[in-house]
Nanobody, 116 residues
Framework: QVRLVESGGGVVQTGGSLRLSCAVS????????MDWYRQAPGKQFRRFVA????????NYADSVTGRFTITRDKAKNTVYLQMNSLKPEDSGTYLC?????????WGQGTQVTVSS
């Protein structure tokens, strides 16, 4: 069973930066899309943040466009989310998802807290 493990979260002040990582236990080329979602404390809803397709195309939520960048390293089977100019509303648990036909795989998440 594939495993996704997120890391890189922490506490940062408004305007700061963090780089999240999502390490995958198998080739990320086996996924059509790798993406990041944010979940607010106590909420079940997961808000889309950014995605990278197997062909390299990227997509971002409007709220993070120009501040966040999603990249990948296929040799390391790892997806990254560089987050700059962080705002308090960016706080939450960031989860990585790997999507392929008929099956999605999720990590456990990494916590990001942006203090004002």
């Amino acid at each position: 069973q594939v495993r996704l493990v997120e890391s890189g979260g922490g506490v940062v002040q408004t305007g700061g930066s963090l780089r999240l990582s999502c390490a995958v236990s198998e080739s990320i080329s086996s996924f059509n899309v790798m993406d990041w979602y944010r979940q607010a404390p106590g909420k079940q809803f997961r808000r889309f943040v950014a995605a990278i397709a197997d062909n390299g195309n990227t997509n971002y939520a409007d709220s993070v466009t120009g501040r966040f960048t999603i990249t990948r390293d296929k040799a390391k089977n790892t997806v990254y989310l560089q987050m700059n100019s962080l705002k308090p509303e960016d706080s939450g648990t960031y989860l990585c998802r790997g999507s392929r036909p008929g099956r999605d795989s999720w990590g456990q998440g990494t916590q990001v807290t942006v203090s004002s």
